[in-house]
């Protein structure tokens, strides 16, 4: 590093730098693996090298340049089909804090939570991880936004939930109106799934709480 050229720049000028080498055009997704507590690599996107490829170049590019690899770029927590269960949730969500330490999980951009596809047989999952994450002490500990997402399908019709646990009211509402303007469109009582009522019920709760 010494030697290089760029230790010769102002350290402002070196970061616009790292911040247009470091920045991806989309979000980076990972895999949580909770029978090894280990994350995937992030993935190339198309044309571009590893995300993290400039911090392997030296010692002080890592150190220089590692935090603010976080605080540009959002991060998707992602789960095997048969690893996605509310304990999982949680386990992630701390162990990326650990992983990745203390000033780099402050200087996280925002950071999603993906629980996939569910029937409406298993919104009680979205139940769950919800309530989960409002209490746990690694997702408090993030003071960025902190996002639970998931596909839900009822009757062949798709619902994206994103829910917003630093604003989950306002997140909420939203959501909810998507999924009575859903549900109402497949022409169907909401009695035939018990799961369906029960998330209904629940984000109504959500939205309503002070």
């Known amino acids: 590093m010494e030697a290089?050229?760029?230790a010769r720049l102002p350290p402002e000028l070196r970061n616009r730098?790292?911040?247009f080498a470091l920045s991806q055009p989309s979000p980076l997704a990972t895999t949580w693996q909770p029978e090894v507590k280990k994350f995937t690599a992030f993935p190339p996107l198309a044309g571009r090298?590893?995300?993290?490829?400039?911090?392997?170049?030296?010692?002080q590019v890592r150190i220089e340049c590692l935090q603010l690899f976080y605080a540009v770029n959002d991060i998707v927590i992602g789960f095997e089909k048969h690893t996605c269960e509310t304990k999982h949730v949680c386990s992630s969500l701390e162990t990326?804090?650990?992983?990745?330490?203390?000033?780099?999980?402050?200087?996280?951009?925002?950071?999603a939570v993906t629980l996939g596809k569910l029937e409406a047989c298993s919104y009680r999952?979205?139940?769950?991880a919800v309530n989960a994450l409002r209490s746990s002490k690694a997702a408090a500990s993030v003071t960025a936004p902190v996002f639970?997402?998931?596909?839900?399908?009822?009757?062949?019709?798709?619902?994206?939930?994103?829910?917003?646990m630093q604003d989950l009211k306002a997140s909420c509402v939203a959501v909810l109106e998507e999924?009575?303007?859903?549900?109402?469109?497949?022409?169907?009582?909401?009695?035939?799934s018990d799961d369906?009522?029960?998330?209904?019920?629940?984000l109504e709760d959500l939205a309503t709480e002070s």
């Open 4 to 6: 290089s050229p760029l």
């Open 17 to 19: 730098i790292y911040e």
């Open 49 to 59: 090298p590893s995300p993290l490829a400039l911090t392997t170049t030296c010692r």
């Open 96 to 111: 990326m804090a650990e992983l990745i330490g203390p000033a780099n999980t402050a200087a996280l951009h925002s950071l």
């Open 125 to 128: 999952r979205l139940l769950l």
């Open 148 to 164: 639970l997402r998931a596909m839900c399908v009822h009757r062949m019709k798709v619902t994206f939930v994103r829910l917003d």
């Open 179 to 192: 999924v009575r303007r859903r549900v109402q469109s497949t022409r169907c009582s909401w009695a035939e």
């Open 196 to 202: 369906l009522w029960l998330l209904i019920g629940k």
